[in-house]
């Protein structure tokens, strides 16, 4: 498959994505990622319960994170800002330790997911993690933090599965550098993200304008990466724009304790998001402006021309004589308005009775 070669290369025609068997790209429903994140708090029960949630809710995909804390953090880490207005306290080195996800159920979640049939995603954010992932998903995501760790986006795409790579707090010149590194390890399946990274995100900070930015460079399926706490704006406006991927967080409720669960969907919320981003696609149709069928009826109601009054034949036709009105679902093509100025000064071929719609036929043109 031909890709855009970035570095002084051209832009690459709009592609499209397979992953885990289902297409990704214009044309298509939008890929719908219910992102269960670390929201199963360490309980593989409530694991399977969120997998449950994203299944009725109608997801393409679930999909978790799989990391070490001592690959991500330095142990003497602080607490973070955004979670100390939540109330957590703790260093951040520690809450990732008790957030991850052990690899022994990466297996039995994928097994899970194949028994609901949705797929199952996980993101990586070291090669370890990576490397047990390879064979539980169809596609890897890189999230918005790692996009300046070229090494393990390299690592990643090396493997030759489809990449989703989130580009929150990035510029364009850090996006080009993550793209043109999946491109030169011979990668060319690829999905970008435009995201936030702000947790919850306001409305304001969204930008999914961005999406068109992005496609327009890029030439590859373009999606959002949603943090803001409302559950519809953001993903709607961005299916408009013609997201081809959308990403939510989603809990089973904001009470729980966590740091993620307070901005996330609830189990009512995700399944609507998902029922109107379908609604959307359904009314965005097509590129194509034509009659359609359901219009056809309304054909036989535009304004045509018709006779004011009873006109003898010989008669001139003038504006005295004559008015454009619309037609009470009459099938006749009668005469457009739009020869009215040429009809007058005309004469009838034959007597016309008083409010006729006129025919090209009954004039002597």
Not at 68 to 82: C, T
Not at 217 to 244: C, K, T, Y
Not at 320 to 338: D, H, Q, T
Not at 339 to 360: C, F, H, N, Y
């Amino acid at each position: 498959m031909s890709h855009r070669k970035f570095l002084g290369g051209e832009k690459m025609s709009e592609k499209t994505v397979i992953i885990g068997g289902k297409k990704v790209g214009d044309g298509m429903p939008a890929f719908i990622i219910a992102e269960a994140g670390s929201n199963h708090d360490g309980k593989l029960d409530q694991a399977k319960k969120l997998i449950d949630i994203a299944a009725n809710a109608g997801a393409d995909a679930v999909k978790f994170q799989t990391f070490k804390a001592d690959l991500m953090y330095p142990r003497k880490s602080g607490a973070v800002e955004y979670l100390k207005k939540l109330g957590v306290n703790k260093s951040i080195y520690d809450i990732i330790k008790e957030m991850e996800m052990p690899y022994e159920w990466l297996g039995v979640l994928a097994d899970y997911c194949k028994k609901k049939k949705l797929l199952f995603l996980s993101t990586p954010f070291d090669e370890q993690s990576a490397d047990i992932l390879e064979k539980y998903v169809p596609a890897f995501k890189i999230a918005s933090y790692e996009i300046t760790h070229l090494p393990l986006i390299e690592y990643i795409a090396k493997k030759g599965k489809p990449m989703i790579i989130s580009t929150g707090a990035a510029n364009m010149g850090e996006i080009d550098e993550a793209v043109d590194t999946v491109y030169k390890a011979g990668n060319p399946q690829l999905c970008l993200m435009q995201c936030t990274a702000k947790y919850p995100s306001p409305l304001e900070a969204i930008n999914t304008r961005v999406i068109r930015t992005l496609k327009d460079r890029f030439g590859v399926p373009v999606g959002l990466s949603d943090h803001s706490r409302e559950a519809l704006p953001a993903p709607i406006a961005a299916v408009s724009l013609g997201a081809n991927l959308v990403e939510k967080h989603f809990t089973i409720s904001n009470s729980m304790p966590g740091p993620d669960h307070t901005f996330a969907l609830e189990p009512d919320e995700l399944e609507n998001m998902v029922q109107q981003i379908r609604m959307a696609e359904r009314a965005l149709g097509s590129f194509e402006k034509k009659l359609l069928p359901e219009e056809s009826e309304l054909v036989n109601y535009r304004r045509a021309i018709f006779t004011r009054g009873e006109i003898r034949k010989g008669e001139i036709f003038s504006s005295k004589n004559l008015i454009i009105l619309r037609k009470p679902g009459l099938k006749e093509g009668g005469v457009a308005p739009k020869e009215m100025r040429r009809l007058i000064g005309k004469k009838a071929k034959l007597d016309l009775t008083s409010e006729l719609l006129l025919q090209p036929d009954d004039v002597i043109w």
